[in-house]
């Protein structure tokens, strides 16, 4: 059993800058491909970043590339998304979640394992 806990999120201005983190309880953590996802108003939930357990892997949305970047640190269970450049349309509740491989993050989301909860970021304009 893993649980997921986001933060960082918050209001912030266009160009502006966030960090967000999401928290993972259990010894598994370091066995998942992780990614963020994210659900503005009225759209579906999309994938913006994954990165395989070993860090060696990771995948970006287009609509994000060069703009975020997605870590993680296996010895304290936590992965990281630093979003820079932000525009108002990146306004969204960013999620976490653990799954058995990117592929899986990029094109199943149904095969999700884990959800955190979410955190919401505003971009103003």
């Known amino acids: 059993q893993v649980q997921l806990v986001e933060s960082g999120g918050g209001l912030v201005q266009a160009g502006g800058s966030l960090r967000l983190s999401c928290a993972a309880s259990g010894r598994t953590f370091s066995t998942y491909a992780m990614g963020w996802f994210r659900q503005a108003p009225g759209k579906e939930r999309e994938v913006v970043a994954a990165?395989?357990?070993?860090?060696?892997?990771?995948y970006y949305a287009d609509s994000v590339k060069g703009r975020f970047t997605i870590s993680r640190d296996n010895a304290k269970n936590t992965m990281y998304l630093q979003v820079n450049s932000l525009k108002p349309e990146d306004t969204a509740v960013y999620y976490c979640?653990?799954?058995?491989?990117?592929?899986?993050?990029?094109?199943?989301?149904?095969?999700?394992?884990?959800w955190g909860k979410g955190t919401l970021v505003t971009v103003s304009s």
């Open positions: 990165i395989s357990w070993s860090s060696i892997a990771t």
């Open positions: 979640a653990a799954a058995g491989s990117i592929a899986v993050l990029r094109s199943s989301p149904g095969g999700v394992n884990y």
